[in-house]
Every structure is written in structure tokens, then in C-alpha cells.
């Protein structure tokens, strides 16, 4: 598993392996070990680079330029495929285009585009996504994949989502018509997930536990 931050992630990869089962060893890398603050301030998002968000090691979050973080994505896989990882997952919801591999490749963004393609559901599609940042790039990207898309922010590592803040996103969604909800960040949580659906009584996805499911069938679980 090869987070755009720094691993391990010990936010997410927990739920994830308990889906996947014991028939696979996880080996978690991030694209940003082992680098000081200033190197990582350096690949912050620059004019008209996508933005991403990740974790540290520390629990911080910082910004990034997708532009800036792929090569090293790249190279975190290329040195797993070298120690001899079977299949790499990339924990990070962004559109990444051109990253290559050997061995299977798992790309969350295009499990979540491929099961929406899948699913029929009436009303429009609710996202959420992980800042005021990302809220215009998210719009545009599954407004692109035909959708008509109800985008809401909420930090994927600030914490436990408040209950007033999952009623406010619920209520947002309720008064767009929203009739499915897409987690977009690996780093929402199970509990936001089954908060949110409890209060929409529509179907609620996040990222990390659809991508195990995928993982835990692909490895015969």
C-alpha cells in the first residue's frame, strides 16, 4: 500500500486489513518517508495542479500538487514491485494518469468511478471531499464522468466528524436531492460513513473499505 503521505497508516490500513482477511501480508510505503518539513513543503500545490491532502506520520495534514507527489508515488511503487510486492494499492482517491506497474495495480479513483457506473439511484450524486479546497476540482471531475454532483467539505484527519457536523452535511444533502454519497478521501471512516447514512437513509460509500472489499475478493478471501 503506497499512501501519498507517510506511512504507516495507522488512520485507515486497520479497517482495511480487517475486510482483507489473513491471506494477504500488507506492506505499507509513503511517498513522503523520510523527508523533512521544509523538502515537503516544497511540493505544495502550485497554479493549476490538482490538490491533495494526506496524513503524516505525526497525524499532521498537509497539502499537496498532484503534478509534484506522482514521481514519487511512482518510485514507492516501483521499489515495492522490486521487493516483491503481488499486487500495489495506491491509498489516495486522486486521478493519477500515467502510473505504471508490473503486477496488478489498484487505483481507488477508478474503483469508486467503475461501482458508480454500476449503480443505479435516483437523485444526484452527494461528495464529499476533504477541504474548501478541493470542493471546485471535485465538482469538475465527476461532473465530467456525467454526473451531477452535490459537493460538501469535511476534514478526513482532523478528527472524529461531530455529530453537528454530519447533521449540516446531511441537511445539505437532503436539500440537493441526494440520493447516493460518495467518501472521497481514504481518509473518511467507517464511523462518518454509517453516521451520515443514518441520517440520509440513502447508501453512504468510503473509499478505504470499498478498495479492501476489491482487495480481499482479488486475493480469495
Not at 490500513?13 to 505499507?28: C, F, K, N, S, T
Request: proline share 6%; with cysteine; net charge negative.
Amino acid at each position: 500500500m503506497v499512501t501519498i503521505g507517510q506511512a504507516p497508516r495507522v488512520d485507515v490500513v486497520p479497517e482495511m486489513a480487517d475486510l482483507i482477511g489473513p491471506r494477504a501480508e500488507i506492506v505499507e510505503r509513503g511517498a513522503l518517508d523520510g523527508l523533512p518539513r521544509p523538502a515537503i513543503a516544497d511540493l505544495e500545490p502550485q497554479p493549476g495542479d490538482d490538490v491533495l491532502v494526506t496524513r503524516l506520520a505525526d497525524g499532521s495534514s498537509v497539502f499537496l500538487g498532484k503534478q509534484r507527489i506522482t514521481p514519487l508515488v511512482q518510485a514507492r511503487i516501483d521499489a515495492l514491485e522490486r521487493d516483491g510486492a503481488a499486487m500495489t494499492v495506491v491509498l489516495c482517491t486522486g486521478k493519477f494518469v500515467g502510473l505504471r506497474a508490473t503486477r496488478p495495480l489498484i487505483e481507488p479513483e477508478r474503483v469508486l468511478q467503475g461501482v458508480l457506473r454500476g449503480v443505479t439511484f435516483r437523485g444526484r450524486l452527494g461528495i464529499l471531499t476533504p477541504s474548501a479546497r478541493h470542493v471546485e476540482q471535485a465538482r469538475e471531475r465527476w461532473t465530467s464522468y456525467g454526473f451531477d454532483p452535490v459537493v460538501v467539505p469535511l476534514s478526513a484527519y482532523h478528527g472524529e466528524a461531530r455529530e453537528s457536523e454530519v447533521a449540516a452535511i446531511a441537511e445539505t444533502f437532503r436539500d440537493g436531492n441526494v440520493g447516493f454519497v460518495v467518501g472521497d478521501c481514504m481518509g473518511f471512516r467507517r464511523s462518518m460513513r454509517d453516521g451520515l447514512a443514518s441520517a440520509l437513509q440513502v447508501p453512504v460509500v468510503v473509499a478505504n473499505l470499498l478498495v479492501a472489499r476489491v482487495i480481499a475478493e482479488l486475493v480469495g478471501d
